[in-house]
């Protein structure tokens, strides 16, 4: 047996506890500096990015050959291509329409949208289930489902419903009552 699987000195026990503090600490400042974007909600590209921080910071925890300076110049630049990503999508439809995906109708006044359902792999069942969860105790109290961006299902309830015009720009047409996703 290789006596390195167990113990091969202190050098990469050092180099890993400064990479632990001083990545943590650098980590966490550069998502202070960031602001709240960075860890809202996630839209797919915000998931990416994290999971992307997520794995580099692992990879140099208990990588001996990659430098503390790399590695926050790597945890900077991933956080600064959010940021040139979400300055994007805020000021183009046709970037937004790429990076996004747009909240879906899936049950509008009495009616199951059974295409949207299946187009997400979901099932009627998800629909009861979310209703349940937000404090209703049958669809005849809500008027609508929405699978938002994040892939959490919104629910509102037939007195919070106003004009619907919340609901006009999920399904990006004029007439929601015929909206099958």
């Not at 050959?65 to 300055?87: D, E, K, N, R, Y």
């Not at 105790?137 to 106003?162: F, K, M, P, T, Y």
């Amino acid at each position: 047996m290789d006596s390195t699987l167990i113990w091969d000195g202190w050098g990469p026990i050092v180099h890993s506890a400064v990479m632990v503090v001083c990545g943590f600490v650098a980590l966490v400042l550069i998502l202070r500096v960031s602001g709240p974007r960075t860890m809202a909600k996630m839209t797919p590209l915000d998931f990416i990015v994290a999971v992307t921080i997520g794995s580099a910071f692992g990879r140099t925890l208990t990588a001996t050959s990659v430098p503390l300076a790399q590695t926050v110049l790597v945890l900077a630049l991933l956080v600064g291509i959010q940021w040139v990503f979400a300055a994007a999508r805020a000021k183009s439809t046709r970037v937004r329409a790429l990076l996004d995906n747009p909240p879906v109708l899936l049950y509008y006044q009495g009616r199951i949208q059974d295409r949207a359902l299946r187009s997400h792999r979901l099932l009627e069942e998800d629909v009861h289930t979310a209703a349940r969860q937000s404090g209703k105790g049958s669809l005849e109290q809500v008027a609508a489902v929405i699978l938002q961006q994040d892939g959490s299902l919104g629910v509102i309830g037939r007195d919070d419903l106003g004009d619907a015009s919340s609901l006009l720009p999920y399904t990006g047409r004029d007439d929601i009552h015929d909206n099958e996703g």
